[in-house]
């Protein structure tokens, strides 16, 4: 290939993660070369590459220009592939889309990036209780209109929150073709029932409020059971947010 690239017409192509390139640079990073046609749909590996924010390059050719057909068939005899895409992982031919998805060092890579994400997600999930035990400390320490202050502060988070929940879940339906109307419908009846507690006076709300985070967790749980991980956070969460919630409720009673 790196012969070849003295000789590529402009139909060549360079890239690495997140950014285009004219000129033929950025190659020894590179550790995945993508050899594509015009008609090859490349964009879940290019996007995954992009997530892993590993460094590619992604060449097309075209079978009108002798160069490109004259290579394509090298790289037939010399690999045995057939067809287009061809894909080189650290330098060494691997196949097409499929075998690079079930290539070990792609599954470690992903494996390694999923705990990431994990990891932050636990994070950011349980630095969003700071905001209910902040809520339910100042109605329980404070008196008067900061007290009521603090229980009104509580149930608006708690209501941003209930909508945030089923925004995960409206994201997840128009993501999958197998989607049904009713888990739409679903998705938005957390953001519904936060909007009418809030309209409601505070010791009317709150039992509200919490009927929408103990359903809502109910529904977690079937739907995502095949994410362990997930439904435990989410059951940490919701007890976290409970127990703030009922805590002021009682405290502001």
Not at 113 to 140: E, I, S
Not at 196 to 222: E, H, K, Q, T
């Amino acid at each position: 290939i790196r012969d070849r690239e003295s000789a590529m017409n402009e139909s060549g192509i360079t890239r690495q993660a997140g950014q285009d390139l004219t000129a033929d640079t950025g190659t020894a990073e590179a550790r995945v070369t993508l050899i594509v046609s015009s008609l090859t749909d490349d964009r879940r590996v290019t996007r995954f590459l992009d997530a892993l924010g590993w460094a590619y390059k992604r060449e097309q050719w075209s079978m009108a220009s002798s160069t490109d057909r004259e290579a394509f068939q090298e790289l037939q005899q010399q690999t045995g592939w057939k067809t287009l895409p061809m894909i080189f992982l650290d330098g060494k031919f691997i196949g097409g889309i499929d075998e690079l998805f079930s290539h070990p060092a792609i599954k470690d890579a992903d494996n390694r990036a999923a705990m990431h994400m994990k990891t932050w997600a636990r994070r950011l999930g349980y630095a969003g209780l700071l905001p209910f035990a902040a809520g339910a400390l100042g109605v329980m320490l404070l008196n008067g209109t900061a007290s009521a202050w603090m229980l009104d502060a509580l149930l608006a988070y708690a209501a941003v929150i209930l909508s945030f929940i089923g925004a995960l879940h409206w994201a997840t339906a128009i993501t999958r073709d197998d989607s049904q109307p009713l888990e739409l419908m679903i998705s938005v009846m957390p953001a519904l029932l936060g909007w009418v507690a809030l309209l409601m006076p505070v010791m009317y709300a709150s039992p509200v409020v919490l009927l929408g985070f103990v359903l809502i967790y109910l529904y977690d749980r079937s739907s995502w059971s095949g994410l362990a991980w997930f439904v435990k956070l989410r059951k940490h969460l919701t007890i976290g947010a409970t127990l703030s919630i009922s805590a002021a409720w009682l405290a502001g009673a």
